[in-house]
Structure formats: C-alpha cells, structure tokens
C-alpha cells in the first residue's frame, strides 16, 4: 500500500514538474543568443545609454529655463524699519514730526523685458541646439555600444575556438604520450622522448585552463555591456559563414560623410557659436525693461497706512539701460568666439580625413580576411593530414617523437590562424558599419 502510494505521489509531482517546466526538466532551456539579439538586449539594458539619455531630458529642461525669460517674472518683498526718532519739518515756524518710528512696507513688482538686443530670443535658439546635441550625442553613444557589443561576440567565438583548439591538441598530445610510455615499456624509445611527451602533454592541459578561463572572461565583459550579472551563463550562435563584402570607399565615403553623428555634432556645434556670437553682440544694444510695483506701507505689521505713510500705491516704469562704452571688452569676447568657430571648422576638415582613414583601414581589413580565409582553411586541412601521417610513422618508429609534436603545434597555429582571420572578417565589417554611421 506503502508502495502505490509512492507511486501516485511520484507521478503527481512528474506532471506538476511538466506543467511549470515545459522544458521537462526542473529549469528553463537556456537562452542562446544571435549577434542581432545581444544588439538589441544591450540597447535597451545597458546603463551607460540609459544615462546618456538622460541629458536629453536635462537639455528640455533648459529650453524651458529659456523660454520662461521671454514671460514677465513676479517678485514680492516685505520690509521693516525702525528709526532712532521722528523725523521732523518746519512749516511756518513750527517744527512738526514727520512719518513713524517703526515703519512697515509690502511690494509686489512685476517686470517685463521689453527688449534686450536680441539675447533672449538667441538663448532660446541656443537651448534648442542643446537638444539637438544631446541626441546626437546619444546616437553616438548607441553606435559605439554596438560595436562593443559585436566585438564581445567576436571575442567569445574566438575563446570558443581557442579553447576546442587547445582541447583538441592536449587530447592528440596525450593520446601521443600513451603510445611514447607503452614504447618506453618495451625498450622502443629512450626515455628522453617520453619525458618530451609527457612534458608536451602536461603544457597543453596548461593552455586547456587558461583557455576555458579566457572565454569566460570573455563572457563577462558581454554580461557588463548588456547590463546583466556578471557571471550569468551566455550561450551564442557560432557564426562561420562570410560573404564577400560588396561596395566601393567612395560609397562607403559618402555614406559615412551622410551619416556620422561626430560630423552633425560639429555641425550643430558651429550653429551654437553662432547664437552665443548674437548673446554676446547684445550687449552692443540697449536694454528695455518695464516695471510695475504696488506697494502698501503702513506703521503696523497689517500696512493700512498711518502717521506719513499712504495704504497703498502703484508705480509703473519703462527703463533704459545701455552700458555703450568698455573699451572693447564685447568686441574682444565677439573675435574669441569667432574664433572658436575657426576651430571648429579646421577640426571638421580634420574629422573628415580621419573618417576616411577609418573606412580605408576596414576595408582593407575585410579584403586581407577574405585572402586568408581560404588559405588558413586549407592550411588547417594539410595540418591534420600532416598530423596524421606523422603519428602514422611515429608508431611504424620511422620518426620521432618531435615529429609528432611539430605536427600537433603546426596543426594548433593553423587553426588559430583561421578562426582569427574569420572572427577579423566579421570584426572589420562591423567597424566599416560604424565608420560609415550605422550598425
């Protein structure tokens, strides 16, 4: 009875298992990511981006600093103040006191610019760019997120490899080790080959964990650009197939030259200059202000008048200030600006050359890939056949045992070699994509 009960429990618990792990197994399947996944992931999760979008926002708040200058502004003030004695007059030979000893006064001012050669309307254009820059800003800021992102994934296929790589030379130099003792046993070989194999052997299980440990270092840095526990488990799709790349520099130039946000930075940056040169010739003109006050006075904390004192009144004034005179100081601030917009300019230019060095460097980056693509695979084939017969001849003891090992050594550099120069492809198309703007 003991035993069926188990039995019904055991097989509740199997279908309960099955209805919340559809996978059939007590965890979810593991994710495993596509190039365009992890994009798409760091994009929307890593906090460097999050954080430069952020003075997007801080940039709106300064055009709306800016467009409350153009709207009259309300102050209020409320004063007291005592007076050592009354103050007195004479009228018609009499002396009389004048006002109170404790005196009370409230005002309320309203001030409108009138006019203020042309600042305020420069301000507000100069606090648009400042949002036109943050986005830009923050498009520059995706661009190199994307290419950090594409790099990692490069970085871990290349781990990947190398470490198979390594896990494949340390099983042929073992298997190679084993048949050096099993020689050594029956008096084949002296012991100076054997000690050379096991020494070989025991080097590459050397290279096993430092491998393994690299691509999970690899792993790491992705875990941090896509914002994500540094140790959690990345599973990827191994890329290995490469197209031959298409197009022309001057393509690619014009294409880059479009789309850079470094060149609409700069751009922008000379539309800034231009509103701070009209902020700084205002002060060439006048200022008009009006100012509204209504004040209330009064010889008690309530202001509803007394001895000297009026309940109530109101002042209205247009005002004109113009400091028309300080020995060029707004003509020298004008011709820094002015020349600022001079560098500006130059480092366009700059810019430019720069952008076609980047484009030149990844183009001729992809055309060495594609060389030597074809060329390290098939170097890869001869290796294992090299390998091959070498271990063949090494146990008809026609060679030597260094034989093997420069086989197994020539085999692992031509595997290296190819997997890099597929993981460069790949790499230097994505640094073409972003030499030209894009990812």
């Not at 650009?225 to 130039?253: C, M, W």
Request: include cysteine.
């Amino acid at each position: 009875m003991k035993v069926k009960t188990s039995l019904v429990c055991s097989g509740v618990l199997f279908i309960l298992s099955l209805a919340f792990f559809p996978g059939g197994g007590l965890a979810a399947d593991k994710k495993i990511y596509t190039l365009d996944q992890c994009v798409k992931e760091a994009l929307a999760n890593n906090w460097r981006l999050k954080a430069k979008k952020e003075t997007i926002d801080q940039a709106q708040y300064v055009k709306n600093q800016a467009r409350a200058d153009f709207l009259p502004k309300l102050s209020t003030s409320y004063g007291f103040t005592r007076y050592k004695s009354l103050r007195t007059t004479q009228i018609q030979g009499g002396t009389f006191n004048i006002g109170s000893l404790n005196n009370y006064q409230w005002k309320g001012t309203i001030t409108q610019p009138i006019f203020t050669g042309f600042a305020l309307i420069s301000a507000y254009r100069l606090s648009e760019l400042g949002i036109d820059q943050s986005e830009l800003e923050v498009e520059l800021e995706t661009l190199d997120l994307a290419l950090n992102v594409k790099t990692a994934y490069f970085d871990i296929l290349t781990a990947d490899n190398a470490v198979e790589t390594a896990e494949l030379a340390a099983e042929a130099l073992e298997s190679h080790a084993e048949v050096a003792r099993n020689f050594y046993k029956v008096g084949m070989i002296p012991i100076n080959d054997l000690l050379q194999s096991e020494v070989e052997a025991g080097n590459a299980k050397q290279y096993v964990v430092r491998a393994r440990n690299a691509a999970r270092l690899t792993r790491s840095t992705l875990n941090t650009i896509l914002s994500r526990p540094v140790n959690a488990e990345v599973n990827i799709v191994d890329i290995e197939v490469h197209e031959v790349q298409k197009g022309d520099f001057q393509a690619y130039l014009e294409e880059a030259l479009k789309n850079r946000p470094e060149i609409k930075l700069i751009d922008n940056n000379l539309l800034q200059t231009d509103q701070v040169i009209n902020i700084t010739e205002s002060k060439n003109y006048p200022e008009v202000v009006f100012v509204w006050e209504y004040t209330k006075e009064g010889d008690s904390p309530s202001v509803d008048g007394g001895a000297g004192h009026e309940p109530s009144n109101w002042a209205a004034q247009a005002a004109l200030k113009w400091t028309f005179w300080e020995w060029g100081k707004t003509h020298y601030a004008v011709k820094q600006q002015e020349s600022i917009k001079n560098e500006l300019l130059k480092t366009r230019m700059q810019m430019e050359q720069d952008i076609q060095l980047q484009i030149k460097d990844s183009v001729l980056n992809i055309q060495t890939a594609e060389t030597n693509i074809p060329i390290t695979r098939k170097a890869v084939e001869q290796g294992e056949e090299n390998l091959r017969v070498s271990q063949e001849r090494y146990k008809a003891q026609v060679s030597t045992s260094t034989e093997v090992l420069d086989a197994q050594r020539y085999l692992s550099d031509a595997r290296v070699f190819y997997y890099t120069a597929l993981f460069q492809y790949h790499l230097a198309k994505a640094r073409l994509q972003r030499a030209m703007g894009t990812y």
